[in-house]
């Protein structure tokens, strides 16, 4: 049996982010992580995702580029080499940022199975046979989620592939069919359409962005061969060399399955009853807004507890719950101004609330939607699809949310969680100084719309 402050399950955003807390405050620190060390973002998400995507816009945009005068081409992928750069850039952050950055700080990666049992304590079976008993003062429960699987009948008869396994395959197949238009489904629609595949998606497209936004990237995928399906798939069997997909009244073939519905948290096999720890509905760690548990000496943080899956979240989270834990700080963390982004080409990017959330919530507000014809930046990129979408509190102007459809979006949406952060509103920003021949321009000529035309404006002076 070995004692400590803080013993984490799991090795991912949260993981790390309480355990570098923790020792910056002095704190014994012990992790134990059942898989790979360094969780979903390095391993199989954030990182090899857009690593695959900024690779296959490259042959994309090789293959038609639209300045004049200049000539490129594309030749065939090479999907092994493909993976393999993947696997080599995946390895080196695991190693860099994960594994020596944890022996840096002075804390041990215990590789084992870990499950609760009274006292709290953990009971840890180690994958080399070995057996030890952790005790701690706080416990932290990171174990992120997986890739959701259940819902459609007929897929545990069938070979598909999730967000996880697909990022792996060394042969691209010629035709895939893609289940789920959430950000998941679309990252890897477009990227496998970008590779050479012919691709289907099917489901609700983009189902949390603008209509005016999910409109103008779904013309972006139908420009790409992508085939969009708005249907649910109930049903899916195998015939032949592939796969049909039933939704609605169409039947969808291709030679693989892409299963892109969601993620779900993954805390089974812990023992939580044990501790007096209660799982909500979708299986996660129910918390308070502190991430306490209903036991006071166990804490969750990320996408385990059912907020918003993003390793931002994750990393916040597990300041958070240390400064709580050990500092009795009753620290709280506000998400009103999250980021979102879907790493699409162009990408979608979005803060604060949607008009019709914004309605729900009992605002009257106003909103403005500035196509990038009027932005200068993408019109020197030869490249107008998107636009930028801003929703403002009738009367007052404040900013209630920001929406953008452009290269680049994750970059300038960065701007709008600040304003968002300091409750702006859209005539302040409006009148901030912003660099010219930026996409982040484009927010302060969209804030400008809810005033004056800036069709009528002189391209270098708004």
Not at 103 to 126: H, M
Not at 323 to 334: E, I, K, S
Not at 410 to 433: F, K, Q, S
Request: a negative charge.
């Amino acid at each position: 049996m070995v004692r400590y402050d803080l013993a984490v399950i799991g090795s991912g955003g949260g993981a790390f982010a309480a355990a570098i807390a923790a020792r910056g405050k002095g704190k014994s620190v012990v992790m134990i992580e059942r898989g790979t060390v360094g969780g979903t973002c390095v391993n199989v998400g954030c990182v090899p995702s857009k690593a695959l995507l900024a690779a296959a816009e490259a042959r994309h945009g090789a293959l038609g580029q639209h300045f004049p005068g200049i000539s490129t081409s594309a030749g065939p992928v090479d999907a092994a080499a493909l993976i393999g750069g993947k696997d080599t850039l995946v390895a080196g952050l695991r190693a860099e940022k994960y594994v020596d950055l944890a022996a840096e700080y002075g804390w041990e990666i215990l590789p084992g199975v870990a499950r609760f049992v009274e006292g709290p304590a953990l009971e840890v079976d180690l994958h080399d046979g070995g057996h030890v008993r952790v005790e701690a003062e706080h416990y932290l429960i990171a174990t992120g989620s997986t890739p959701r699987t259940e819902g459609l009948d007929g897929a545990d008869r069938v070979d598909y592939l999730t967000s996880t396994t697909a990022m792996k395959q060394t042969e691209l197949p010629e035709s895939l069919v893609v289940v789920g238009g959430g950000y998941v489904g679309l990252e890897q629609a477009q990227l496998f359409a970008h590779l050479g595949v012919r691709v289907s998606i099917v489901g609700r497209f983009a189902p949390h962005t603008e209509p005016e936004l999910a409109g103008l990237l779904a013309g972006v995928f139908a420009d790409d061969g992508i085939a969009v399906i708005a249907e649910r798939a109930t049903q899916v069997e195998a015939d032949g060399s592939g796969v049909v997909v039933t939704a609605g009244r169409q039947r969808v073939t291709g030679q693989r399955l892409l299963l892109a519905t969601g993620r779900n948290p993954v805390a089974t096999g812990l023992n939580l009853d044990a501790v007096g720890v209660k799982t909500g509905p979708r299986g996660e760690v129910v918390v308070d807004e502190h991430l306490r548990t209903d036991n006071p000496r166990v804490w969750a943080a990320g996408d385990v507890t059912g907020h918003p899956q993003y390793v931002y979240v994750a990393g916040a989270h597990g300041s958070v719950v240390v400064d709580n834990a050990f500092d009795d700080a009753g620290r709280t963390l506000d998400y009103h101004h999250l980021p979102a982004v879907t790493f699409t080409t162009p990408s979608l990017a979005s803060a604060g609330l949607t008009d019709v959330q914004a309605v729900e919530q009992g605002y009257a507000c106003e909103c403005r939607v500035l196509p990038l014809e009027y932005v200068p930046r993408a019109l020197v990129n030869r490249d107008t699809r998107g636009a930028i979408k801003l929703v403002a509190e009738q009367g007052s102007g404040r900013l209630l949310g920001a929406h953008v459809l452009a290269a680049g979006a994750g970059d300038v949406i960065a701007t709008a969680v600040y304003a968002l952060a300091n409750r702006m509103t859209v005539h302040e920003m409006a009148g901030l100084w912003c660099p010219y021949l930026t996409m982040a321009e484009g927010l302060k000529l969209a804030a400008q719309t809810f005033t004056r035309d800036v069709a009528k404006l002189s391209c270098c002076a708004s």
